[in-house]
T-cell receptor, first 111, second 109 residues
Framework: SQTIHQWPATLVQPVGSPLSLECTVEGTSNPNLYWYRQAAGRGLQLLFYSVGIGQISSEVPQNLSASRPQDRQFILSSKKLLLSDSGFYLC??????????FGQGTRLTVV | RKEVEQDPGPFNVPEGATVAFNCTYSNSASQSFFWYRQDCRKEPKLLMSVYSSGNEDGRFTAQLNRASQYISLLIRDSKLSDSATYLCVFLDSNYQLIWGAGTKLIIKP
């Protein structure tokens, strides 16, 4: 069966520090991968999605970047965090026309 | 018009009551539809897919109305544990996920 792992679950980082969140999927190949951010009480904001290795589409201009070095690995990064980067970050995967499955999420607090 | 619209609520409903939410979408080429449930500070989890003919899973019924471009979720005999935010999502013709912002449901004893 397919599983998705996302870590860490919580993170407190100072302003200006780098960020690296990792997401891996098991039990499937060539998934579509997504990074979302969710502010408290709000909906999901799509940050990046990827349909294959090295293929990244960015939905919003911001302080973040994403990479897909392997088929089932998706990484969200920042060189210098801002206070406004705080939020709940979710990784998800889908196949072509199926439902999405989410990782447990990372709650990031930038202080 | 937003691609997906949901009433944010909250819906305050007594335990045992029936509650229904709608979710309207603007893209008539939408392919697949789903309802997700999200508990506070947790990731969204699939509740059910929405089929053209409508589908039922226990106390939950989902329906699709393509003519009026909306999907609905009906919860019968609501339980305290049904309290959550319910998100609708559809896949567009490019297989992109389009999410609603969610409807918050609070079941009261």
């Amino acid at each position: 069966s397919q599983t998705i792992h996302q870590w860490p679950a919580t993170l407190v980082q100072p302003v200006g520090s780098p960020l690296s969140l990792e997401c891996t999927v098991e039990g499937t190949s060539n998934p579509n991968l997504y990074w979302y951010r969710q502010a408290a009480g709000r909906g999901l904001q799509l940050l990046f999605y990827s349909v294959g290795i090295g293929q990244i589409s960015s939905e919003v201009p911001q302080n973040l970047s994403a990479s897909r070095p392997q088929d089932r690995q998706f990484i969200l990064s920042s060189k210098k965090l801002l206070l406004s980067d705080s939020g709940f970050y979710l990784c998800a995967w889908t196949q072509m026309n199926t439902e999405a499955f989410f990782g447990q999420g990372t709650r990031l607090t930038v202080v | 018009r937003k691609e997906v619209e949901q009433d944010p609520g909250p819906f305050n409903v007594p335990e045992g009551a029936t509650v229904a939410f709608n979710c309207t979408y603007s893209n008539s080429a939408s392919q697949s539809f789903f309802w997700y449930r999200q508990d506070c500070r947790k990731e969204p989890k699939l509740l059910m897919s929405v089929y053209s003919s409508g589908n039922e899973d226990g106390r939950f019924t989902a329906q699709l109305n393509r003519a009026s471009q909306y999907i609905s979720l009906l919860i019968r005999d609501s339980k305290l544990s049904d309290s959550a935010t319910y998100l609708c999502v559809f896949l567009d013709s490019n297989y992109q996920l389009i999410w609603g912002a969610g409807t918050k449901l609070i079941i009261k004893p």
